[in-house]
Structure formats: C-alpha cells, structure tokens
C-alpha cells in the first residue's frame, strides 16, 4: 500500500528522504508508520526504477570500453575476483593529459567511506590548476584502505602520469605509507593538515621526495 500512496513523488526525486516521507503520510492522509518502513519502501521504488544494485556492476566493463573510445589515452579498467567484482580505476585522458601539460608538482591523495548496499572506499588523487581549483588526476573503487589497494592505486596513477614526480600530499594513513614505502623504497615529503579549533595548521617534514 505505502508503494502506491508515495509512488509519485519517489518518481520525481529519488532523494526524498524517509523523514520527509514520514511526516507527509501523518499530515495528509493520517498514516502511522515507522521510519524503517518507509526507507524500505523508498528503496523498493529506487529498485523499481533503476533496476537492482547488483545488475549496475554488469555493465562496467562497457563503461571502461567506453570511456576508452570517447577520450583517447584514458585508462579505465575492472578486475574481477572470479566472477565478482574487485576494485575499479579511471583516469581520464583529459585528466591526466592536463596535468602533465600544465601540473603544479603536488598531488593530493585521500580516501573516503562508501555508503549504499555495497559500500567500499573511493581512492582519489587531485591537484591543483592555475585558478587554485582541484583538477580530477584519478580515482579507484576498491574494498578498502589497505595496504594492497593503495599501492595498486598508487603504481597506476604513477603510469598514467607518465613518469612525472610531484610531491604527495596525504593524512599520513598507515596503509598509504607503507604502499609508498615499498613502491619508492625510501620516505616522502609531506604536508599534513589537521583542524585545531576551527583553524588548520601545516606542518611540513623535510623528508626525501620520492620518483613518483
């Protein structure tokens, strides 16, 4: 029944949020129900619409073969574990092309959490263009941050880049060290930033820079 009450409105943003979804069926038609019961019927509508989750992953190999004819030199590809999906990385020839005309010597590397069905860790590596925007170098999707995915992101981002050396710049994560560690054999330079009260600081260590 909840299908049919908020079939509408799932259909016009897929991001109403249960909350929302909540209150409405209260206000107007005097429905009670649980927030679980209508996340789960939202995310009924969203499998409805855009097919189930898992059926997305059959189609990536497409998509890198894809992104591959559409913008030349790019490097887009999936390894699988068997039949199952491993981790994902893509840098688009735009991208790195970009960089390598018109790089500042710096590369930012960080991570962030998953969320959805799956969930997993987005490895990303930036720099900066001439307007102190962030300019998109690469990024993976990978299980998580340890010590395998990272040096795997991290020696296909160096190939794309062609052999350029710019300075990483990080949080110092364990798993991310040790990946630099064994590629390079030798420490890095490093800008760390944390936030004290609001303010950010920078500390620098004046360390080997590695041949990245």
Known sequence: MLVSVIEGKVSLSADYPPGEILKDLQLEMGMKVTYMQCWRTREYMRMLAMEKSEDHYK?????????????????????????????????????????????????????????????????DAVGLDADNHLFDVAYAIVSSENNDDWEWFLTNVRESLGGLQPVLMSDRNNALLYAVSKMFAIEMSYLLCEAKGGATWVQGVSIDTPAF
Not at 67 to 95: H, Q, T, Y
């Open 59 to 123: 189609v990536l190999l497409w998509l890198c073969a894809a992104i591959a004819r559409a913008n030349p030199d790019s490097r887009a590809f999936v390894e699988l574990d068997g039949s199952r999906f491993k981790r994902m990385f893509v840098a688009l020839g735009a991208s790195h092309n970009g960089f390598i005309l018109g790089y500042r010597s710096v590369t930012f590397v960080d991570s962030t959490h998953l969320s959805g069905l799956y969930e997993g860790t987005l490895l």
